[in-house]
């Protein structure tokens, strides 16, 4: 079976020097010194000034709307995965969901002002397949209204747009570094934010509220360990190179596949992209679930990446999002990971073109 994703291996010598490191020092933990010059590498990397890393991608959703003391609504998009929304909906915030910009992965600004009332307290949005939509409008509309942009770029690692890391552009970005994404610690994340102010308030926050006996504020177990520090501190240098095999299969499928009755996604001639994955979208769901079946049965794994949308969820206050709710049933992942071989490619290739001729 060809997998949908397969995560990255670690330079193996420097993963054995990290694990030994952390044995002989007797350090596994609580921002020890793996955690900080992960954390140091990071923003250099991202191109922001703090970085904080934490559990998961969730948690960091989690801090990033406590550390802005987040109440009564959030508005966000209902194409996504579900941790998005569930990090506002289990702090207990009244979920709203914008529909989609018409042929588009990302929230209408206007939808999403229509919801904006006295009790919002942030716009969260994700950056679907590591893309930006119309960022610029978003963030004029956090200005506009003072309400806090926090950017769900789970997907986003390494990405630029206009020059400028995509992470950059809210007041926090989250990063999700489970093993299947572009960079990865096994399991992991950050939260990541230019604001000094926010910084020292995450770091409370991720630790329980409190340095030593001094207590500052309530908090959580956010906090990573020295071993998964290692995991990314032994991958970092590996990303630049990753990025370049993900882009030359990403090229060899635009290249070589007939597109007959789907398409691919569009990347903006101003975003720097990170190539993590190959979204197909169909004409009509039909075609998209006959290829999934015809893919599983000749050995090769897909999936319906997102799906459904998130306002159709039970745990969410009932709303109507047609062009979301299209889009889900019409989307197909096909595998693309920096590991996928020549030989696994170019089966996959001949086994959708095979398909679209019949």
């Given at each position: 079976?060809?997998?949908?994703?397969?995560?990255?291996?670690?330079?193996?010598?420097?993963?054995?020097?990290?694990?030994?490191?952390?044995?002989?020092?007797?350090?596994?933990?609580?921002?020890?010194?793996?955690?900080?010059?992960?954390?140091?590498?990071?923003?250099?990397?991202?191109?922001?000034?703090?970085?904080?890393?934490?559990?998961?991608?969730?948690?960091?959703?989690?801090?990033?709307?406590?550390?802005?003391?987040?109440?009564?609504?959030?508005?966000?998009?209902?194409?996504?995965?579900?941790?998005?929304?569930?990090?506002?909906?289990?702090?207990?915030?009244?979920?709203?969901?914008?529909?989609?910009?018409?042929?588009?992965?990302?929230?209408?600004?206007n939808k999403m002002e229509s919801l904006i009332d006295q009790n919002t307290?942030?716009?969260?949005?994700?950056?679907?397949?590591?893309?930006?939509?119309?960022?610029?409008?978003y963030v004029s509309l956090a200005a506009k209204y003072n309400i806090p942009?926090?950017?769900?770029?789970?997907?986003?690692?390494?990405?630029?747009?206009?020059?400028?890391?995509?992470?950059?552009?809210?007041?926090?970005?989250?990063?999700?570094?489970?093993?299947?994404?572009?960079?990865?610690?096994?399991?992991?994340?950050?939260?990541?934010?230019?604001?000094?102010?926010?910084?020292?308030?995450?770091?409370?926050?991720?630790?329980?509220?409190?340095?030593?006996?001094?207590?500052?504020?309530?908090?959580?177990?956010?906090?990573?360990?020295?071993?998964?520090?290692?995991?990314?501190?032994?991958?970092?240098?590996?990303?630049?190179?990753?990025?370049?095999?993900?882009?030359?299969?990403?090229?060899?499928?635009?290249?070589?596949?007939?597109?007959?009755?789907?398409?691919?996604?569009?990347?903006?001639?101003?975003?720097?992209?990170?190539?993590?994955y190959f979204p197909l979208l169909f004409d009509d769901s039909a075609a998209?679930?006959?290829?999934?079946?015809?893919?599983?049965?000749?050995?090769?794994?897909?999936?319906?990446?997102?799906?459904?949308?998130?306002?159709?969820?039970?745990?969410?206050?009932?709303?109507?999002?047609?062009?979301?709710?299209?889009?889900?049933?019409?989307?197909?992942?096909?595998?693309?990971?920096?590991?996928?071989?020549?030989?696994?490619?170019?089966?996959?290739?001949?086994?959708?073109?095979?398909?679209?001729?019949?």
């Amino acid at each position: 079976m060809i997998e949908l994703v397969k995560p990255a291996k670690p330079n193996q010598a420097k993963i054995n020097a990290y694990l030994a490191q952390i044995l002989e020092t007797g350090y596994y933990t609580n921002n020890g010194p793996l955690v900080q010059k992960l954390e140091s590498d990071l923003a250099k990397v991202l191109g922001v000034s703090h970085v904080l890393f934490t559990a998961n991608g969730t948690v960091s959703l989690e801090l990033a709307l406590k550390s802005i003391h987040a109440k009564g609504n959030i508005i966000t998009t209902p194409y996504s995965y579900v941790a998005t929304a569930n990090a506002a909906n289990w702090l207990g915030l009244d979920v709203r969901f914008a529909d989609l910009l018409d042929h588009s992965f990302f929230p209408c600004p206007n939808k999403m002002e229509s919801l904006i009332d006295q009790n919002t307290s942030a716009l969260l949005i994700t950056q679907v397949y590591g893309l930006v939509g119309p960022l610029e409008d978003y963030v004029s509309l956090a200005a506009k209204y003072n309400i806090p942009l926090i950017l769900d770029a789970a997907h986003a690692f390494g990405v630029t747009f206009k020059g400028r890391s995509v992470s950059s552009y809210g007041d926090l970005a989250s990063f999700s570094f489970h093993a299947t994404k572009v960079f990865h610690t096994v399991e992991g994340g950050a939260i990541v934010t230019n604001n000094p102010e926010l910084r020292e308030r995450l770091f409370n926050l991720r630790s329980f509220g409190h340095r030593g006996d001094q207590y500052l504020s309530e908090g959580i177990n956010g906090k990573n360990s020295e071993v998964h520090a290692a995991f990314g501190l032994a991958q970092i240098d590996q990303v630049q190179e990753s990025l370049m095999n993900r882009k030359r299969i990403f090229d060899l499928y635009i290249k070589s596949l007939t597109f007959n009755g789907f398409t691919p996604i569009e990347i903006p001639a101003d975003l720097e992209w990170n190539y993590c994955y190959f979204p197909l979208l169909f004409d009509d769901s039909a075609a998209k679930e006959a290829l999934k079946e015809y893919l599983l049965d000749k050995g090769i794994m897909s999936r319906r990446y997102f799906y459904p949308a998130l306002n159709t969820l039970g745990q969410f206050h009932p709303s109507h999002c047609p062009v979301a709710e299209d889009l889900a049933c019409k989307v197909l992942c096909i595998p693309h990971f920096a590991a996928l071989t020549a030989d696994e490619q170019s089966y996959i290739i001949d086994t959708i073109n095979k398909f679209t001729k019949k």
